[in-house]
């Protein structure tokens, strides 16, 4: 029983997670994307200079902790994941505004 409720909860949570990328703001996302000039660098299914969001979210599939680690991404900028060409920080971003983009990169970018 111990372990068939293990089960229930992790579903559960893994749902809940899943729902939260779904519910993303797409609009306000996608303009926060052209604002802070994300857009110049990345595409949704191509990559451009930096890799497309669609394979962002590909790589984090899966992983419990992606939303903080993609927002710190985004934040910190940084090389090496996806080639050398570094990333430029984005440290004048808000927490809200780290996770909205996150969030909408790890739900593929989604249009609306």
């Known amino acids: 029983m111990t372990m068939h409720l293990s ?48 394979e962002v979210a590909a790589k984090h599939k899966g992983q419990a902790d992606a939303v903080a680690v993609v927002a710190a991404r985004i934040k910190s900028g940084g090389s090496g994941l996806y080639g050398a060409v570094p990333m430029p920080p984005q440290p004048a971003l808000k927490d809200d505004e780290l996770k909205l983009l996150a969030e909408w990169v790890l739900a593929g970018a989604p249009d609306k």
């Open 7 to 54: 089960r229930i909860v992790v579903s559960a949570a893994a749902l809940l997670s899943c729902a939260g990328a779904f519910a993303v703001d797409a609009a306000a996302a996608k303009a926060l994307a052209t604002k802070s000039a994300c857009l110049a660098c990345h595409a949704v299914d191509k990559k451009l200079v930096g890799p497309a969001y669609k």
